[in-house]
């Protein structure tokens, strides 16, 4: 039961300047009784269910302070109760004290709370007038050491003293920033404002075990993605190969390069570029991973034979983690040998052949990425090209849709995928839900097998479609609808 006594720790209202804030307007001195105890006694009362009805109570605060009458006195210590009058101390509380003898007295004690003490929303909500306080923001985004968010035109007015709450109470945020509504159209990243703290957009973030670092507000990144990224690359197989046509600074490329794979990593933006070859080289995987700068267009007509005439080497099975290669080499030095022969990397390759064609594409531009589909037409028409693939690449395509219903999203998305293809999808489909973007759009990853009758279609340069000479496999995109 409550002992019924309420201290008042509400934040006080400010009335002082927004900027800078006056952090010492929100000091606040609340009395209240301390219980003077000999120091050994303090564990027994914490403990005891009567007297800790009668503690101070108040979150963060710590029931137990020195006597400030006597502050190196090590013997004696004040317990803080949630009382501020001795004529209220409760009948059974002072029972209790009397059983353990006489060694106590109440002495009056100033309790102060300050800016620290209170929460980001509590401190926020006695700053904003009363009409914003209801909706106020409550939280934010984080990216490395960057907190973004979103402010609502009627709280721009206090966009500064919002990033400085936010800055001060979060100790991972040095950075705080409003995104605004302007999304560069071709490269999808935020123009920005900085709120408070550093002027630093530079972001250390770690995801599934890779390190990425890029300018917040230069390129493309977005958290909510990780499951995404982590799916996709949940579906290769160590050794396999992923062409990653819109590889932003590299979420699918260096986890898949991690888990074995080797990877074509392509983006046209020249900032998502810098980085991703920055981040290539930080996680250590500039054996197996080249990065573009091309358009995906470009970069899907030519990946083919790039991949067909520079294989990537044999792929060596998994790469020790850096504390079992030191631990491989410090036995090696001792036993006198090069490297350990039964380990990494082995004499003997997981998969012998060196890898020269690809097994994956994926292509997360969802506002256009079913556009560029038409560039997988007559991909492998050349003859060099025709015998590597006897199974052709998956592709795995994210897109939007305005359709709501499942099935309709499916139909739309299949629909636009085979238009643009020329020839319908039928093999190992998968068409998944990635998230909800807005009222009315849903992101989708349609996943396919790239049907034999594109990749081996002729397209003259007029548009018409006309057969390849010798090969079997070929269908003209014209028959196939
Ligand atoms: C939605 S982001 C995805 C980035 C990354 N794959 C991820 O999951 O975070 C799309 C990327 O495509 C790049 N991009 C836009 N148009 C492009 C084009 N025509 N060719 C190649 N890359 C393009 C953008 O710079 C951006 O990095």
Redesign the pocket.
């Known amino acids: 039961m409550h002992h019924g006594f309420q201290l008042d720790t509400s934040v006080p209202d400010y009335n002082g300047p927004l900027s800078p804030l006056d952090k010492t307007a929100f000091r606040k001195s609340i009395p209240v009784l301390g219980l003077r105890v000999p120091a050994t006694q303090t564990g027994s009362i914490l403990k005891s269910e009567v007297a800790r009805k009668y503690l101070v109570g108040i979150p963060k605060v710590r029931p137990v302070v020195p006597d400030p009458s006597a502050p190196d006195d090590e013997t004696q210590r004040l317990v803080l109760l949630g009382l501020n009058r001795e004529a209220d101390i409760p009948q059974e509380f002072l029972k209790f004290l009397k059983a353990k003898g006489d060694d106590f007295d109440f002495v009056p004690y100033e309790l102060i709370l300050n800016y620290d003490h209170w929460t980001a929303s509590e401190i926020l909500q006695a700053i904003l007038p009363k009409e914003l306080r209801e909706g106020a923001p409550t939280g934010f985004a984080a990216t490395g050491h960057i907190a973004h968010m979103n402010l609502n035109e009627e709280y721009l007015p206090y966009k500064h003293v919002i990033g400085q709450i936010f800055l001060d109470k979060n100790k991972y945020i040095r950075t705080v920033v409003n995104k605004l509504d302007n999304i560069d159209t071709?490269?999808?990243?935020f123009e920005m404002e900085i709120l408070a703290g550093e002027q630093n957009l530079v972001v250390e973030h770690h995801e599934a075990d890779c390190r990425f670092t890029f300018d917040f507000s230069q390129?493309?990144?977005?958290s909510r993605?990780h499951t995404?990224?982590q799916r996709i690359v949940d579906m290769l197989k160590p050794g396999e190969v992923l062409a990653?046509?819109?590889?932003?600074?590299?979420?699918?490329?260096l986890p898949a390069a991690k888990k074995g794979c080797a990877v074509l990593a392509?983006?046209?933006?020249p900032n998502?570029f810098k980085y991703l070859t920055q981040n290539i080289q930080d996680n250590e995987v500039t054996e197996t991973v080249r990065a573009s700068c091309?358009?995906?267009?470009?970069?899907i007509r030519a990946v083919f034979s790039r991949v067909a005439t520079s294989p990537f080497p044999p792929y060596m099975g998994p790469k020790p983690s850096k504390t079992k290669a030191r631990k491989l080499e410090k036995e090696a030095k001792k036993s006198g040998s090069a490297m350990p022969h039964d380990d990494w990397p082995s004499t003997k390759p997981v998969l012998p052949q060196s890898r020269n064609t690809i097994d994956h594409f994926?292509m997360?531009?969802?506002?256009?990425a079913i556009q560029?589909l038409d560039a997988f037409r007559g991909v492998l028409v050349s003859h060099s090209l025709r015998p590597f693939y006897y199974k052709m690449p998956m592709i795995h395509c994210?897109c939007f849709t305005r359709e709501l219903q499942q099935d309709e999203a499916v139909q739309d998305i299949q629909r636009r995928v085979g238009e643009k293809l020329g020839h319908p999808i039928t093999e190992d489909v998968s068409i998944t839900l990635v998230r909800s973007v807005a009222p009315g759009k849903d992101m989708y990853c349609v996943s396919f097998r790239l049907p034999s009758e594109v990749a081996y279609c002729v397209e003259a340069p007029d548009g018409r479609i006309s057969k390849a000479r010798d090969t079997s496999t070929f269908v003209s995109v014209d028959q196939l609808d």
Do not use: I, K, M, Q
Request: glycine share 8%; proline share 5%.
């Open positions: 071709r490269f999808r990243f390129v493309y990144w977005n993605l995404e990224h990653d046509v819109f590889a932003g600074v590299g979420p699918f490329a392509n983006d046209l933006n998502s091309e358009d995906g267009r470009d970069f994926v997360n531009l969802p506002d256009t560029f994210h």
